[in-house]
């Protein structure tokens, strides 16, 4: 039997502006023990849908349509019991002054009536077992700001799995975790649903996630379904003209990457940087510092992109702010265009800034809210006073113009833009004093897919048209093996690989590349079946003293040479060109 | 064993901040002119001006005075009065029982209020009732306190009769200045509460507790309210250390025989030892009122735990 049927599922939203239509009239329908994913960008109604599915939209919310669990009318009362819903921000989906066993036991107590207080806590470890929390007792007396976003999101799972659910609604469960937590987490959903025969509902806008998870897709756009298939054949034969962009604009690392630039004169080459942030400036004790970057070395030639990947907390956002002059170094040195970046005159770092700016992650509150677009991309040059009045304006015009803004944006100011719109004038703010590099820092994050490929697009031309140098900050190795001449790939404050792109999307040498890679969801169902390396626990705390190779504890290769000695990056026996960390590839152990 | 350090800490700390508003203090006094011819008046002759120099040991150079000064607080000897000679203690320890009475009871009124009220607000959001709220409370904490308090005495004993004008003489002489001390704290009190309790309302967690199955009130209960508690209580925090002080105005509207009446007699005389006991009163009360809302937090927020500790 059908486990959960929409039909014409309608559901409005009446706003001051007028009524919103967030899915409009769909029909959906989800069979026990199938993962089902739920694609579209955002607003598509694809999270709309699952809430209302719980009946948990806001009071404006009007909702429509024949809501079926199991035959029967949907009732808030399956909620929690045949119905369970993860959401995006793990952490943000606990409450942050209750333990996590209070949590559990609070649940317990509702879907359990029948087990006593010791039996509770004995249950809600065992919960925490099932989903892979290491230590479940310890976890039940931790608050989730004491866990990671990864252990928030096993322990919202596990506090799904209390009501003994058939479905689980899991809205974007992933979005917000690293590569190879994402790996673990949706690994373990697959395992659960092997184990329950529970259904899941997995909402995403990650093509990769559904071509290696789901059994059956439903495409979703503007409150409509515009396409439902069998994954294989949804990605071998996309019916619909959306789904088909959707699959080409998402970039898979086994694509060629981009041609490398024939070698110049290095531009910018960082040595031995290191940042050290003081964890506690209290007079009573002092803990050892946080070693966000320490010590990395590379070189970006002039019409090159260097990527700079890793996962969250590794420095690779530090580094950005380094170079960027944002940030001050706590050793190393940095030298742009053959100048040392080191402490200047203000004078001259304001010259040096002309030909080395950044452009941010989130270009909402990169721009200044009350100033227009015409006004925040000729600030630059006020600043720097170049030009007179009307010059400025005819170069702030022609800058527009290389981001495909045309005059219509000149008087707008951010909150009119779209997201990607508002990236293209942040864009623009730092192209128009015509700088020899751009620091980019998770450009487009924020941003949708189809979205993002425009601006990766964009930066590509920008680059052959100006010879322009990249710093590209990503946690995406989708995107990067698209952008990228060259990858360095960071762990925890240290450059554990680079190479060329193509040789490391290839072949990865360092054991941490070979798992992150492993953990990408590809957004191609026949690559299911490749061994995934997942990764155990989650990477360290930068604060964390470890000795030897940083990896070692979550190395599958790791030898007793990596517990004492700190791997070098140094070129491998074979190879030109790249450079790796690890005591087992360089034939040392 | 870490939890009792943190508190030492925080003693410590509050301790620290008394010292520093002890000497301040002492400072001020002494730097603002010199007491003998505040005291005596500019017409008084050199002889009278060196021999109440004597007395009060004003010709001691500054850091025996200082000394002094420091070893007699300890000793719980704040000086004498230099009106009437009595320890200034004396005179304001006859006097801090009402005081204490009043901000306790005003205090009291202010929570039993303003939280409550807060809270129906923010639950009936953008309803009557949530519009009424905000009305007062925003008329609770902009109506001057002496304007309230006079408005009550014309209303509730020159037109009804119902209450005494003024004194202590009566258990009912306590309602008015309780009111009148109460209204802007009890509006403030609402606007926050309702504030961090919508602030809460939209908090994710909310959403995936009703998601796993809770229902709306106890979610309500059991986990807004506790983390809408934590903001509201800085708000708080800040009226209890501004109640003695705030206590001034109204105390002397309504003839209250507290410590605020005391010390605009005592600074319209230039009553050195009483006004400086006031300010060390003040002040104590002020850092326990944080050191309150320190050990609170602690109490209601892992996450403060969590910051002290590493």
């Not at chain 1, 030009?387 to 113009?401: C, H, M, P, Q, W």
């Not at chain 2, 320890?93 to 409550?116: C, D, H, Q, W, Y």
């Amino acid at each position: 039997m059908t486990l959960l049927s929409l039909g014409n599922l309608a559901v409005r939203f009446h706003t001051p502006d007028g009524v919103v239509e967030a899915v409009a009239g769909i029909d959906l329908d989800v069979q026990p023990g199938e993962i089902l994913g739920l694609v579209g960008e955002s607003g598509s109604g694809k999270s709309v849908t699952c809430l209302a599915v719980m009946g948990l939209l806001e009071a404006n919310a009007e909702t429509t349509g024949d809501l079926r669990f199991e035959g029967r009318p949907i009732t808030p009362a399956l909620r929690g019991r045949s119905i369970g819903m993860i959401f995006q921000e793990p952490r943000a989906s606990l409450d942050p002054v209750r333990t996590v066993g209070s949590q559990l036991g609070e649940i317990l107590s509702l879907h359990r009536p029948d087990l006593d207080r010791d039996s509770r806590t004995a249950e809600a470890a065992s919960l925490l077992r099932r989903v892979g929390l290491p230590g479940p007792e310890r976890q039940l007396v931790a608050y989730p700001h004491e866990i990671s976003g990864g252990m928030a999101q096993r322990v919202a799972i596990a506090l799904a799995l209390a009501g003994n659910p058939k479905l689980l609604l899991a809205d974007e469960p992933t979005t917000a975790l690293d590569v190879t937590v994402q790996a673990q987490v949706l690994e373990l959903l697959v395992r659960l649903r092997d184990e329950t025969g529970m259904a899941v509902v997995l909402v995403t806008h990650d093509l990769g996630v559904v071509a290696q998870y789901a059994d059956r897709v439903v495409v979703m756009r503007h409150g409509k379904v515009l396409e439902r298939a069998r994954v294989r054949t949804l990605f071998a034969t996309p019916a619909h003209d959306y789904t088909r962009e959707l699959i080409a604009s998402l970039p898979s690392t086994t694509e060629a990457a981009a041609e490398v630039p024939p070698a110049a004169a290095p531009l910018l080459r960082a040595t031995n940087l290191a940042r050290h942030f003081a964890q506690r400036r209290g007079f009573f004790r002092k803990s050892p510092p946080l070693r966000a970057v320490d010590g990395v070395s590379f070189h970006i030639d002039a019409g090159e992109t260097l990527a700079v990947v890793g996962e969250s907390g590794c420095g690779k956002s530090t580094i950005a702010m380094m170079v960027a002059g944002l940030l001050s170094m706590t050793a190393g040195e940095i030298t742009f265009a053959g100048q040392s970046l080191g402490p200047q005159s203000p004078a001259e770092r304001r010259a040096l800034r002309r030909d080395l700016q950044i452009v941010l992650q989130d270009p909402g509150e990169a721009l200044d809210p009350r100033l227009s677009v015409a006004a925040q991309v000729e600030e630059p040059l006020v600043i720097h006073d170049i030009g007179g009045k009307s010059d400025r304006r005819e170069t702030v015009r022609a800058t527009l113009a290389a981001v495909g803004m045309d005059n219509w944006a000149l008087d707008r100011r951010p909150h009119e833009l779209s997201g990607g719109q508002r990236q293209r004038v942040s864009l623009a703010r730092a192209l128009v004093l015509q700088p020899k590099m751009l620091v980019l820092d998770e450009p487009t994050s924020a941003l949708d897919v189809s979205i993002q490929a425009q601006v990766i697009a964009l930066l590509g031309q920008l680059q052959q048209a100006r010879n322009l140098a990249y710093l590209f900050i990503s946690h995406d190795l989708r995107l990067v093996s698209r952008v990228a001449h060259r990858v360095a790939v960071v762990y925890l404050g240290r450059i554990v690989e680079t190479a060329h792109a193509a040789r490391l999307f290839a072949a990865p040498r360092h054991p941490y590349t070979q798992a992150l890679l492993s953990a990408v969801p590809e957004p191609d169902p026949a690559r299911r079946d490749r061994l995934r390396i997942l990764l155990p626990g989650e990477p360290p705390s930068p604060a964390a003293i470890i000795t030897g190779c940083r990896f070692r504890q979550r190395c599958a290769l790791a030898q007793p040479i990596c517990a004492v000695e700190d791997p070098e990056l140094l070129p491998p026996p074979d190879g030109a060109g790249e450079q790796v960390a690890c005591h087992v590839v360089q034939g040392r152990a | 064993m870490r939890a009792l350090s943190l508190v030492t800490r925080k003693l410590l700390r509050a301790l620290l901040t008394l010292w520093i508003v002890v000497t301040l203090t002492f400072i001020v006094l002494r730097s603002s002119g010199d007491p003998a011819i505040v005291i005596l008046g500019t017409d008084a002759t050199p002889d009278m001006i060196t021999e109440f120099r004597h007395d009060w040991g004003l010709d001691q150079p500054l850091p025996i005075q200082y000394a002094t000064y420091i070893a007699n607080i300890l000793d719980g000897d704040f000086g004498n009065s230099f009106l009437d000679g009595r320890p200034a203690l004396t005179a304001v320890s006859e006097r801090l029982p009402n005081t204490l009475k009043l901000a306790s009871i005003g205090f009291a009124l202010m929570l039993i209020v303003g939280i409550p009220a807060g809270v129906i607000a923010a639950l009936n959001r953008g309803r009557a009732l949530d519009r009424l709220v905000v009305t007062f409370s925003v008329l609770g904490h902009s109506v001057p306190s002496f304007f309230l308090a006079i408005l009550l005495i014309l209303l509730l004993s020159v037109r009804w009769r119902l209450l005494p004008s003024g004194g202590a003489n009566t258990p009912s002489s306590i309602i008015m200045p309780a009111i009148t001390i109460a209204a802007g704290g009890a509006g403030m009190i609402a606007r926050f509460t309702r504030a961090a309790m919508l602030d809460a309302l939209h908090q994710p967690f909310v959403r995936a507790m009703l998601a796993r199955g809770l229902d709306w009130p106890r979610t309500v209960r059991a986990h807004v309210m506790p983390n809408a508690a934590i903001p509201t209580l800085t708000m708080i925090g800040f009226l209890l250390g501004g109640l003695v002080a705030g206590a001034v105005i109204t105390e002397t509207v309504f003839a209250w025989p507290g410590i605020g009446r005391l010390i605009i007699t005592s600074v319209a005389r230039r009553d050195l030892a009483v006004v400086q006991c006031i300010v060390l009163l003040i002040a104590t009360t002020m850092i326990l009122a944080n050191l309150t809302v320190d050990l609170l937090y602690l109490l209601l927020d892992p996450r403060m735990r969590a910051r002290d500790k590493a």
